[in-house]
């Protein structure tokens, strides 16, 4: 323990001196030289440190093969993501030089990063406490503080950046932490690299918001802790079938695709689309605070939408829910919806136009839609 203390205080200098002495400067070849320069100088003295202390591994090959199985689920469903959210050319150059030149520098840099976490690991007593302060701290190293204030400059975008970094960082370096336990550095290496490595290689990846980054960086670290936790329990521990049982991960696949198809539904990538009514305009139709369910609607089906059908629609930069009143042209013989909310006592002032309608209200959910309505008013 006293060997982790030296490692711990070599860390948090690197932490200060990175954070608030080197970073601000912008110096040349910071990432491809002086930042893994610092990283194997740490990691040589860690793993010196440990040099002592080991891990006992049992079921090395049965694991190494599900961490592989369970990566290469998670690449094909990250790519597969692309065809909902679409793609993005990544920002780096695919000539063999650069490609090994951003590799040293992004994962060289992870390689011993995992070392020194090992090396941490190798010296515990496998008190939870010391477990959680790994966590912590190496959490705390990956996120980058600079500008770091203006992601909580208010409620929404704070919620945005805890959800779709904050979070995802800390569970992935718990996950980490966890398979460095069961199995050593080798196996936080192998995660980090199948994770961190597309963007390198490839010349497109999925160009996921901010919501899908969340569901990623959380499903993930989840996902690889079920399914390892089951193979290294039946590796390491004696017990009952009933027992084993609790374990296994097929028990939590309805939990993940209820959570998958729910995220899915709430973001609207199928024909239903539910969003929460943020005013009383269409009272007593629906009120603040519920939620409607909208349905999509197709050209042909927007062209037979009829008076007294309600629609959301498109209007200047929000989106509004109004009943349609009238229906008329414009100059060119286009369709066009005169709306006005059900509470309103005079027409909406905009005509819509056929492509601004997005749907079509299906049905009504009371209040459930307070949660947003919250937010938003926490917001503003």
Request: contains cysteine.
């Amino acid at each position: 323990m006293k060997n982790n203390f030296i490692i711990y205080g070599l860390l948090i200098v690197y932490f200060f001196l990175n954070t608030f002495v080197l970073s601000p400067m912008n110096l040349a070849y910071y990432n491809e030289f002086i930042s893994p320069t610092l990283w194997i100088i740490m990691c040589g003295i860690a793993v010196y440190l440990s040099h002592d202390s080991s891990l006992r591994v049992k079921g090395e090959r049965d694991k190494t093969q599900s961490l592989l199985i369970a990566l290469i689920i998670y690449i094909i469903i990250y790519f597969l993501l692309g065809l909902i959210f679409g793609f993005e050319r990544t920002p780096y150059s695919k000539e063999i030089f650069s490609i090994l030149k951003n590799l040293w520098s992004f994962v060289g840099v992870l390689f011993f990063q995992e070392l020194i976490r090992e090396a941490l690991v190798k010296n515990e007593k496998k008190k939870k406490i010391n477990y959680i302060l790994i966590v912590i701290l190496f959490a705390v190293l990956n996120i980058n503080f600079y500008g770091f204030s203006s992601h909580f400059v208010d409620l929404q975008t704070a919620f945005i950046y805890v959800s779709s970094v904050l979070i995802p960082i800390i569970l992935e370096s718990a996950i980490l932490t966890y398979l460095v336990y069961i199995g050593g550095a080798k196996f936080s290496i192998i995660y980090r690299v199948f994770v961190a490595s597309p963007p390198f290689i490839v010349p497109i990846i999925p160009d996921l918001d901010w919501f899908g980054t969340a569901i990623i960086g959380i499903s993930l670290p989840l996902a690889v802790y079920v399914y390892l936790n089951y193979v290294h329990v039946n590796r390491t521990e004696r017990l009952s079938k009933r027992e084993k049982r609790k374990y296994n991960p097929v028990m939590y696949i309805p939990t993940f695709v209820f959570i998958a198809l729910l995220a899915g539904f709430v973001i609207g990538l199928f024909k239903y689309q539910p969003i929460a009514v943020m005013s009383g305009s269409m009272s007593p139709t629906f009120n603040r605070g519920d939620a409607v369910v909208i349905g999509k609607l197709t050209t042909q089906e927007k062209d037979k939408l009829e008076v007294g059908d309600i629609i959301q629609f498109v209007s200047g930069t929000k989106f509004v829910v109004h009943r349609i009143v009238d229906i008329t042209n414009d100059d060119y013989g286009n369709k066009m919806f005169i709306t006005k909310g059900d509470h309103n006592n005079t027409i909406d002032a905009d005509k819509v136009h056929l492509e601004n309608v997005k749907g079509k209200v299906m049905f009504v959910v009371p209040f459930i839609g307070y949660p947003s309505v919250w937010l938003s008013g926490a917001i503003s």
